[in-house]
């Protein structure tokens, strides 16, 4: 059975994900992805006392790992390291086809939504802005980086207005702080209104950036 942190599990085609529908009205949807490695579990944890109105649906990456657990890019012997927006593009154009179908036949509003990932699941997060602005809402970039070759699309004003919550911690060593610097600054030169929350921890997000993201999400 499905934890109080892990609601029912589903599976809508090729798509297995966790929803949790809206206790409260307007309702709005969140998008959550989680990392390299990790499942439709993984990003509960993280969501604990967020507003009632937020509908949460949390997909699992189409790609499996041979050492366990899912990636939002095909896995490619000897290609670690920062994936690239193409390399990203096929699963953010298959998660919104998911989301169209399925959102149509669950009822749910999905017309615009609101984005969170945590280190890759970061990364499509902006990959999911930079090709479809119009249906992301605001973005929630935890321990990610902005994925390579995004320049063009960020050059034509695509994120221009966008709420973004960007976090990062100064001790990870699996995606350096100066990555989340550069990501600042690339979304602030593209038009982005970003709240930043650098702290002093690794690869995950202390209680003062988890704080500091629940208050940004509430301004619903």
Same mark, same amino acid.
């Given at each position: 059975?499905?934890?109080?942190?892990?609601?029912? /599990? &589903?599976? !809508?085609?090729?798509?297995? @994900?966790? $929803?949790?529908?809206?206790?409260?009205?307007?309702?709005? *949807?969140?998008?959550?992805?989680?990392?390299?490695?990790?499942?439709?579990?993984?990003?509960?944890?993280?969501?604990?006392? /967020?507003?009632?109105? &937020?509908?949460?649906? +949390?997909?699992?990456?189409?790609?499996?790992?041979?050492?366990?657990? &899912?990636?939002?890019?095909?896995?490619?012997?000897?290609?670690?390291?920062?994936?690239?927006?193409?390399?990203?593009?096929?699963?953010?154009?298959?998660?919104?086809? $998911?989301? %169209?179908?399925?959102?149509?036949?669950?009822?749910?509003?999905?017309?615009? @939504?609101?984005?969170?990932? !945590?280190?890759?699941?970061?990364?499509?997060?902006?990959? *999911? +802005?930079?090709?479809?602005?119009?249906?992301?809402?605001?973005?929630?970039?935890?321990?990610? $980086?902005?994925?390579?070759?995004?320049? !063009?699309? *960020?050059?034509?004003?695509?994120?221009?207005?966008?709420?973004? !919550?960007?976090?990062?911690?100064?001790?990870?060593? /699996?995606?350096?702080?100066?990555?989340?610097?550069?990501?600042?600054?690339?979304?602030? %030169?593209?038009?982005?209104?970003?709240? &930043?929350?650098?702290?002093?921890?690794?690869?995950?997000? %202390?209680?003062?950036?988890?704080?500091?993201?629940?208050?940004? /999400? +509430?301004? $619903?």
């Amino acid at each position: 059975m499905p934890t109080a942190t892990e609601p029912q /599990l &589903y599976q !809508f085609h090729d798509w297995v @994900f966790r $929803f949790q529908a809206a206790q409260a009205k307007p309702s709005r *949807l969140l998008i959550v992805m989680h990392g390299w490695m990790g499942d439709e579990n993984s990003m509960w944890v993280l969501l604990s006392k /967020l507003s009632s109105h &937020y509908a949460i649906l +949390a997909p699992r990456g189409p790609q499996s790992v041979p050492q366990g657990g &899912y990636s939002w890019r095909e896995i490619r012997p000897n290609t670690w390291g920062n994936a690239s927006l193409d390399e990203l593009s096929p699963s953010a154009e298959g998660l919104l086809a $998911f989301v %169209n179908e399925w959102s149509t036949s669950a009822g749910v509003n999905a017309s615009q @939504f609101d984005v969170m990932g !945590f280190s890759q699941g970061a990364a499509m997060t902006i990959t *999911l +802005a930079l090709l479809h602005p119009e249906r992301v809402r605001r973005l929630v970039v935890l321990s990610g $980086f902005m994925p390579e070759n995004s320049e !063009f699309r *960020l050059s034509h004003d695509r994120l221009s207005g966008k709420p973004v !919550f960007l976090s990062h911690g100064r001790q990870d060593d /699996l995606i350096p702080v100066e990555q989340a610097r550069k990501t600042l600054s690339l979304l602030r %030169n593209a038009g982005a209104h970003v709240t &930043y929350c650098e702290s002093d921890t690794g690869h995950k997000v %202390n209680n003062e950036c988890l704080e500091a993201m629940k208050m940004f /999400l +509430a301004e $619903f």
